[in-house]
């Protein structure tokens, strides 16, 4: 039977929290934290571009996009 927090949690609206509260935690759990926090991003990343279920042609049609927006943010940042 759920409690009455559960029935307050909206799960479609669930974000995972990258910046949280790190007071009374060990240099262990720290350092579990960040690896769990660097997977979950990784993953995220990985999900959005769609690397991991492209082809070959469409993994470098990828990289090269990536490569262009850098290439362009580079110019602008050092000739803004």
């Keep these: 039977m759920p409690s009455a927090d559960e029935k307050q949690i909206k ?4 974000k995972y929290l990258l910046q949280s509260e790190n007071k009374y ?4 759990e720290m350092r579990d934290l960040a690896l769990r926090k660097v997977h979950y991003v990784t993953k995220e990343v990985i999900m959005d ?3 991991s279920k492209n082809s070959l042609i ?4 990828t ?3 990536v490569l262009v ?6 110019i602008i940042h050092y000739l803004g």
């Design 49 to 51: 571009l769609g690397i």
């Design 25 to 28: 935690r060990t240099n262990l």
């Design 58 to 61: 469409g993994w470098i049609r």
């Design 63 to 65: 990289n090269l996009m």
């Design 69 to 74: 927006v850098l290439f362009i943010r580079m």
């Design 11 to 14: 799960y479609a609206d669930y």
